[in-house]
């Protein structure tokens, strides 16, 4: 099986080449330019700014705490908006499922109740006593020191 060759390429349509090419540009390659000009005239601005007679590092400190708090915003309101678009998602996703797999949901709540019932039932016994114990030993090590003793 190694031994065998991939399938020969079909040419390419130079028209659909050559639009695909303009959208990889006008889509990709030109905003990421314009966002590492940006950053490099940014560095420029604030290295400049910092030296002279007059420097203004707090103007460029207030400037940065700015872009920070845009940054933090933005990637909120975006893990914000995901967690809208999950909860109508999963809304809608409810409705269209069909009925006996809402009643198996419910019954796999039920159970899962019923367990945290018996875990919190057969837990109780363990807990008191440890509880007790540590109150115990507590009320004995008070009644020593008022004795006199360690």
Do not use: E
Request: charged content about 10%; aromatic content about 6%.
């Amino acid at each position: 099986m190694a031994d065998q060759l991939p399938p020969p390429t079909l040419p390419r349509n130079p028209a659909t080449r050559r639009r695909h090419q303009q959208q990889v540009f006008a889509q990709i390659l030109l905003p990421m330019l314009a966002a590492v000009a940006g950053a490099v005239i940014l560095a420029i601005f604030a290295t400049t700014s910092a030296v002279g007679s007059a420097p203004r590092t707090a103007v460029w400190a207030h400037i940065s705490t700015i872009l920070m708090t845009v940054i933090a915003i933005s990637a909120g309101m975006g893990i914000l908006i995901m967690v809208i678009a999950l909860i109508a998602g999963t809304g809608w996703l409810l409705k269209k499922i069909p009925g006996y797999s809402y009643i198996g949901q419910l019954y796999a709540q039920i159970i899962s109740l019923r367990v945290k019932q018996v875990a919190d039932i057969s837990s109780q016994p363990v807990i008191q006593l440890k509880s007790g114990w540590k109150a115990l030993t507590a009320f004995i090590s008070a009644f020593r020191q008022i004795l006199g003793g360690k």
